[in-house]
T-cell receptor
Framework: GDSVTQMEGPVTLSEEAFLTINCTYTATGYPSLFWYVQYPGEGLQLLLKATKADDKGSNKGFEATYRKETTSFHLEKGSVQVSDSAVYFCALSTSPSGQNFVFGPGTRLSVLP | EPEVTQTPSHQVTQMGQEVILRCVPISNHLYFYWYRQILGQKVEFLVSFYNNEISEKSEIFDDQFSVERPDGSNFTLKIRSTKLEDSAMYFC???????????FGSGTRLTVV
């Protein structure tokens, strides 16, 4: 079945450091790819998305590029802030009716001042 | 920005009791979902709902679970006889185009004692 693999956390960085969170996927169809963020005590928020190969999703300084050849969708940010501390989930959707939306296990990011 | 609203934010119930978790999806969305996240673990798919019927359900969604859209605006998840292991954060989500991503509510934290 479809699956998403993320780098294991927790990831601890100093403020203004460069962030990469790796995400790779396995899918039978042609998936749409997403990054969701969960801040402490809150729900899941869509951070960015990409629906076809070579698309780049971007939001709030975060970017991820849909790489079909490597089945990857790595999340990057050039300079993290303390407020970016959260759990980040990579996810995919393959069914046209959205019946199968698969989350990765999540990567906890802690940014220290 | 339109939101998915979930109530209550936190519910404590005794083992064996029935609980109903409520969700108001975004008004023009057609696809509805429930997910859960046991503390410290990954987000798990429970069920998807479209055109007034269940589209797909996971093996977690056994006979003690049911969903309903009673009045065209609410979308509820009922757990008939709660168990300790049902303690989790339950997220409702809705979508107008599943390939474009889902909008999640902020979750209901269910604690079974």
């Amino acid at each position: 079945g479809d699956s998403v693999t993320q780098m294991e956390g927790p990831v601890t960085l100093s403020e203004e450091a460069f962030l990469t969170i790796n995400c790779t996927y396995t899918a039978t169809g042609y998936p749409s790819l997403f990054w969701y963020v969960q801040y402490p005590g809150e729900g899941l928020q869509l951070l960015l998305k990409a629906t076809k190969a070579d698309d780049k999703g971007s939001n709030k300084g975060f970017e991820a590029t849909y790489r079909k050849e490597t089945t990857s969708f790595h999340l990057e940010k050039g300079s993290v802030q303390v407020s970016d501390s959260a759990v980040y989930f990579c996810a995919l959707s393959t069914s046209p009716s959205g019946q199968n939306f698969v989350f990765g296990p999540g990567t906890r990011l802690s940014v220290l001042p | 920005e339109p939101e998915v609203t979930q109530t209550p934010s936190h519910q404590v119930t005794q083992m064996g009791q029935e609980v109903i978790l409520r969700c108001v999806p975004i008004s023009n969305h057609l696809y509805f979902y429930w997910y859960r996240q046991i503390l410290g673990q990954k987000v798990e798919f429970l069920v998807s709902f479209y055109n007034n019927e269940i589209s797909e359900k996971s093996e977690i969604f056994d006979d003690q679970f049911s969903v309903e859209r009673p009045d065209g605006s609410n979308f509820t998840l009922k757990i008939r006889s709660t168990k300790l292991e049902d303690s989790a954060m339950y997220f409702c989500a809705s979508s107008v185009d599943p390939q474009g991503g889902y909008t999640f509510g902020s979750g209901t934290r269910l604690t079974v004692v």
